[in-house]
């Protein structure tokens, strides 16, 4: 069977693997991104209280996630990372993009190396999930993920994700999206003091890979950029009204979505009745539309 990512092994620096996108109501979500032009798996739930629904990309995909089951929410240890807790603790206090997702072949030798380089980890996590397949029929998906966290940014978390099952997860029906949606070209973070955060991500992602120009800092990965601006910055490009500010602890405030067409994603984006505005050579989908992410969609 074909599937969506091939088998060759991910090299140094790695890329983005996905973003997960917090929200209270998975099936407005649903509905939400559907109307952008994007295909959604059906709903699937975690064992540890919460569910996603995914669009697949070529090599990447957005993880809409919400809280299921609080009951079965595990707390956070000293040594083990609840990515339910964060989540359910993000969803508290508004919907948006809660982590960044970096690709990994082992999850656990990324940690090893970022806590040797003196990150803050946690004993990685290996868990199983039930998949939908296009056909109706279930498989077993499983992972295994890691975590690392930088205490400046408390609402930003990473984590890797390695995965054992690929032939179950990519599928090709899953991956064909109205909007000509192919991959991840960025995510946006805003921060008070971008160069501060320079270092961590010179561990994360290599240091050859991180480049500082004042109040922008650009880190390229082997998929996607990830850009760190200031609140202002991050006001004067995204922000529809003063309301949208961008103050509070570094968070990621928009993803960029590459196209095949951006007349093509325009039209469907009309056709779905979705608030859209140009800027540019993009369209940029705002927060409101977004459950707290700005989505952008951009043929380069």
């Not at 990512?5 to 973003?19: K, L, M, Q, T, Y």
């Amino acid at each position: 069977m074909s599937i969506g990512r091939d088998s060759r092994s991910v090299s140094p620096p790695p890329g983005i693997d996905h973003i997960v996108l917090c929200v209270r109501d998975l099936e407005a979500a649903r509905e939400h991104f559907g109307a952008m032009g994007f295909t959604l798996t059906p709903p699937a739930t975690h064992p540890f209280g919460t569910g996603n629904s995914l669009a697949q990309m070529g090599s990447s995909f957005i993880e809409l996630l919400a809280v299921t089951d609080p009951a079965r929410i595990p707390p956070h240890a000293d040594d083990r990372f609840s990515f339910a807790a964060h989540n359910a603790d993000f969803l508290s206090r508004q919907e948006g993009m809660s982590m960044l997702v970096i690709s990994s072949e082992d999850a656990r030798a990324d940690e090893a190396r970022w806590r040797k380089a003196g990150l803050k980890t946690f004993e990685p996590v290996y868990f199983e999930r039930a998949a939908t397949l296009p056909d109706g029929s279930e498989a077993k998906v499983a992972f295994t993920i890691a975590f690392v966290i930088n205490e400046k940014m408390p609402d930003a978390i990473f984590f890797c994700c390695q995965q054992h099952a690929p032939e179950a997860f990519w599928m090709p029906e899953y991956q064909r999206h109205d909007n000509g949606a192919l991959d991840f070209s960025g995510v946006t973070l805003a921060a008070e003091a971008p160069a501060s955060h320079a270092a961590f991500f010179q561990q994360l992602f290599g240091a050859g890979c991180v480049r500082s120009d004042g109040d922008r800092l650009e880190i390229l990965s082997a998929l996607g950029k990830i850009e760190v601006i200031t609140p202002a910055v991050a006001f004067a490009r995204f922000a529809e009204s003063a309301a949208d500010d961008f103050d509070r602890n570094t968070r990621f405030v928009s993803a960029a979505v590459r196209v095949a067409d951006l007349g093509a994603a325009q039209a469907c984006l009309e056709r779905g009745g979705v608030e859209w505005r140009r800027a540019k050579n993009r369209i940029i989908i705002p927060r409101v539309a977004g459950h707290g992410l700005v989505v952008e969609l951009a043929e380069s």
